[in-house]
């Protein structure tokens, strides 16, 4: 059986809120530190394009069925014909985005930079709570939980009789570092760069593809069938005004 444990203060003031507050400085120093080292690259002016035209053609997309037939079908041929239109790629001139991202140095160099600016400060922290705060029992959630969340509740404590809802301070330190996403959204802003999950997320993919985006929005373009709305207003009206009157 689960047993009960009485929380001392201390743990408290010299535990839980130090290290609470440190996490927080350090996410805020990180987004500081990694603002200072971001180097500004002039965005490439035929990405700019190819993203613009993406965005009109979603547009025409979505607003497709107010505007007259005879004027769809050109703007359709405009975007997606197989001679010149703008969303066509031919084969030989698609992009290797990932070939693309490692012949560029600035590339590569800002990532290692984003890369060091996430581990350094982790490993660093990690080793602070690991050697002054492990194996204290620092808090308790206030609703019970299943076994399945022990291990990532109770890491570096040993102890089965103790109850699930007890948090260590190791494990306090990891519900810190991954659930401070909305508090540094707060204090510093949308676009923040001390998300980590975001950020390994990036470490994992590759840049931005355009030939795949725009052979995708002229797929879409082409399946698209027009109807146009605008004639069908009149009657529309004349129903939603019988509703009212009825």
Do not use: C
């Amino acid at each position: 059986m689960a047993e009960d444990l009485v929380l001392d203060t201390a743990i408290r003031d010299w535990v839980l809120i130090p290290l609470s507050v440190v996490m927080v400085l350090i996410g805020v120093l990180r987004y500081f530190v990694s603002k200072l080292m971001r180097s500004f690259q002039v965005p490439d002016p035929k990405i700019v394009k190819e993203g613009q035209v993406i965005v009109r053609a979603r547009n025409l997309r979505a607003a497709a069925n107010f505007i007259p037939p005879k004027s769809f079908r050109s703007r359709r041929v405009y975007f997606s014909n197989e001679e010149n239109g703008l969303l066509f790629v031919p084969k030989g001139q698609a992009q290797n985005a990932q070939a693309q991202m490692f012949s560029d140095p600035n590339m590569a160099m800002d990532m290692m930079k984003k890369n060091l600016s996430m581990i350094i400060p982790q490993t660093l922290t990690f080793a602070w709570v690991n050697f002054f705060f492990s194996g204290f029992v620092a808090a308790k959630i206030p609703f019970p939980l299943t076994q399945r969340f022990r291990s990532m509740l109770q890491n570096g404590i040993d102890l089965s009789t103790v109850d699930v809802s007890y948090v260590s301070s190791r494990s306090w330190y990891f519900l810190n570092l991954f659930g401070l996403r909305g508090l540094f959204s707060l204090i510093l802003g949308e676009e923040n760069a001390t998300d980590d999950t975001q950020r390994m997320m990036q470490m994992s993919g590759f840049g931005f593809d355009p030939s795949k985006s725009l052979s995708a929005e002229k797929d879409g373009l082409d399946i698209v069938q027009h109807e146009w709305a605008l004639p069908k207003f009149e009657h529309r009206a004349e129903a939603v005004l019988k509703k009212l009157v009825n």
